[in-house]
């Protein structure tokens, strides 16, 4: 408004700068590898930057990054051929590249078990778990009802649960030659 | 010996968000402040009349 063209486009590159760190962490927590991940923010940044002028300023430039960079990953995903469902060559090598990514063991097996959802309940749990949105909010940027939202993110719940159960009795896989003899000791 | 007990959809949101964090926490690539600046300096340059 008083501000003029020129304030208006650096206020619109400041916003956007502002919402990509969490739009790499979306981009991240969707695809679990840091190059693709990053690879789809550029796109969306470009996306973005080529339709500033249907961006409404004052309106939530966050929700519309997300929504762009949804769009991006799915419309990729189908050019390449890939079932949206079809979770596993496209996630597989993450753990394998990243090692050392997350802190702890814990976060890794977390990290693993996202990734084994369906992609519209992970995305769905992201959104309101860890971007902050609102069940609102996540619906309009993945194009479906409330209560399709509301269902993801409450089944994606059930199944990492579910998930995490089963991981956790692994963990005693490793430690096979350990364990017995430690429960021997506790025994006797 | 685990904390069984947390109600575990608590336990999820806390995974999920220090998941999310540990990426958002990152600095901000040079790649994507190089684009950026790119982005507007091209358009800069071709906006002096933006009377249209």
Same mark, same amino acid.
């Given at each position: 408004m008083s501000g003029g063209m020129t304030s208006e486009e650096s206020s619109f590159k400041r916003e956007m700068l502002a919402a990509l760190p969490s739009l790499r962490a979306f981009a991240m927590s969707l695809i679990g590898r840091h190059d *693709?991940? $990053?690879?789809?923010v550029q796109d969306t940044i470009m996306k973005a930057w080529a339709?500033? $002028?249907? %961006?409404? @300023? /004052?309106?939530?430039m966050k929700a519309w990054l997300f929504t762009?960079? =949804?769009?991006e990953l799915y419309s990729q995903m189908r050019k390449r051929g890939r079932e949206v469902q079809d979770s596993d060559g496209y996630f597989t090598e993450s753990l394998a590249q990243h090692p050392a990514q997350y802190g702890s063991l814990d976060l890794?097996? %977390?990290k693993r078990a996202l990734e084994m959802l369906p992609p519209d309940q992970r995305e769905a749990i992201i959104l309101v778990g860890a971007s902050g949105f609102s069940y609102e909010e996540a619906a309009e940027i993945c194009g479906c009802?409330?209560?399709?939202?509301?269902? =993801?993110?409450?089944? #994606? *719940? !059930? *199944?990492?649960?579910? &998930?995490? !159960?089963?991981? /956790? +009795?692994?963990e005693y896989g490793p430690d096979?030659?350990? #364990?017995? @003899?430690t429960s021997r000791a506790f025994v006797s | @010996?685990?904390? =069984?007990? $947390?109600?575990?959809? #608590?336990? &999820?949101?806390?995974?999920? =968000?220090?998941?999310?964090?540990s990426v958002q926490e990152e600095a901000i690539p040079d790649r994507f402040l190089d684009l950026l +600046?790119?982005? $507007?300096?091209? +358009? *800069? !340059?071709? @906006?002096?009349?933006? #009377?249209e």
């Open positions: *693709r991940a $990053d690879d789809l339709k500033q $002028d249907h %961006f409404e @300023m /004052g309106t939530n762009i960079l =949804r769009n890794q097996d %977390f009802a409330l209560g399709t939202i509301k269902s =993801r993110v409450n089944r #994606a *719940r !059930q *199944r990492l649960q579910e &998930i995490l !159960q089963i991981t /956790g +009795e692994n096979a030659t350990s #364990a017995p @003899m | @010996m685990s904390v =069984r007990t $947390d109600n575990p959809n #608590a336990q &999820i949101a806390t995974k999920l =968000r220090a998941l999310y964090l +600046e790119k982005l $507007d300096a091209v +358009e *800069r !340059q071709s @906006m002096p009349d933006v #009377a």
